[in-house]
């Protein structure tokens, strides 16, 4: 069945550094991929979408781009700020349903 | 624009005591998603509805668990006899029509707590 993968748990990085966060995903239809931002305490929100493969998608200088080749959709920053701290799910929709299904979630850590 | 209201923010429950959640979509759109957050299972889809009417509640547990939307202003979530695992933080999205392409909204959930 339908499903996606994230890297999971806790990721901890020192502000300045890249990080890339890994989602791929499993399906038989043609696959709309979405990145949401939960900051604590606050509600998930949307990051980032794409459904055109190998187009670069970009939001808040984080960017993904969607590869069918591999069922990727990794996210990545150049240099993370210590505002980027939250829970980042990976997630995704066919055209054979309407609700999204999501990834267990990458708590995403900043240190000065 | 209010956003996606949820109402109460935090609930406790008794074991076995019964918990009805609310949600006030964002105007216009037509379409609520409920879903579950724990840190195990992340979030998982319950229920879903568009005008009103139940699409999709694959995701809900079929004994315990029931959602209506009497109207277009509301959506309501009502567990049954709760049990300590049905803690969790339940959250209400909303979209514009709810296709496949289309951005949730959530609203900031409640955090339910069965002792």
């Known amino acids: 069945g339908d499903s996606v993968t994230q890297t999971e748990g806790l990721v901890t990085l020192t502000k300045g550094l890249p990080v890339m966060l890994n989602c791929t995903y499993q399906?038989?239809?043609?696959?709309?991929l979405f990145w949401y931002v939960q900051h604590l305490n606050e509600a998930p929100k949307l990051l980032l979408k794409?459904?055109?493969?190998?187009k670069r998608t970009e939001h808040q200088g984080f960017y993904a781009t969607l590869h069918k080749s591999s069922s990727s959709f990794h996210l990545q920053k150049s240099s993370v700020q210590l505002s980027d701290s939250a829970l980042y799910f990976c997630a995704f929709n066919t055209g054979g349903a309407d609700r999204l299904t999501f990834g267990k979630g990458t708590q995403l850590i900043i240190q000065p | 624009n209010a956003g996606v209201i949820q109402t109460p923010r935090h609930k406790v429950t008794g074991k076995g005591q019964e918990a009805t959640l609310w949600c006030e979509p964002i105007?216009?759109?037509?379409?609520v998603f409920w879903y579950r957050q724990t840190i195990v299972q992340g979030l998982e889809f319950l229920t879903y509805f568009r005008n009103q009417a139940p699409i999709d509640d694959s995701g809900m547990p079929k004994e315990r668990f029931s959602a209506q939307m009497p109207n277009q202003s509301h959506s309501t979530l009502k567990i049954q006899s709760t049990q300590p695992q049905d803690s969790a933080v339940y959250l209400c999205?909303?979209?514009?029509?709810?296709?496949?392409?289309?951005?949730?909204?959530f609203g900031s959930g409640t955090r339910l707590t069965v002792l």
């Open positions: 999205a909303s979209s514009l029509v709810g296709s496949s392409a289309e951005t949730l909204y």
């Open positions: 105007s216009g759109h037509s379409a």
């Open positions: 399906t038989t239809y043609s696959p709309f």
């Open positions: 794409s459904s055109t493969d190998n």
